[in-house]
């Protein structure tokens, strides 16, 4: 069983900046592809970054250019660094693990940002 953690989220002006962080549990990170989504008040989770074992990266159109995803396969950790934040950015945002051993999500980390 995995176990996925988020860290970085909190409260930050339109424009700024935040980087959150996911520490995984599972000794198969290396191998696995990892992602983030996010989900906003009244809508559907949505993936919105994801990063592959081998390093390849797919964003949603809406956060090209504005955030990335990485990895360090020796802490087990995938990052996401954001950029240029806009108030439609607030959501809850969740941390994926997919691999043969399953699918599965850390417990979400909120980040609000104020116009």
């Known amino acids: 069983q995995a176990q996925l953690v988020e860290f970085g989220g909190g409260l930050v002006q339109a424009g700024g900046s935040l980087r959150l962080s996911c520490v995984a549990s599972?000794?198969?990170?290396?191998?696995?592809?990892m992602g983030w989504a996010r989900q906003a008040p009244g809508k559907q989770r949505e993936l919105i970054a994801t990063i592959t074992s081998g390093g390849r990266t797919n964003y949603i159109d809406s956060v090209k250019g504005r955030f990335t995803i990485s990895r360090d396969n020796v802490k087990n950790t995938v990052y996401l660094q954001m950029n240029s934040l806009k108030p439609e950015d607030t959501a809850v945002y969740y941390c994926?693990?997919?691999?043969?051993?399953?699918?599965?999500w850390g417990q979400g980390t909120q980040v609000t940002v104020s116009s």
């Open positions: 994926n693990s997919n691999s043969y051993m399953g699918n599965y």
């Open positions: 599972i000794s198969i990170f290396s191998i696995s592809t």
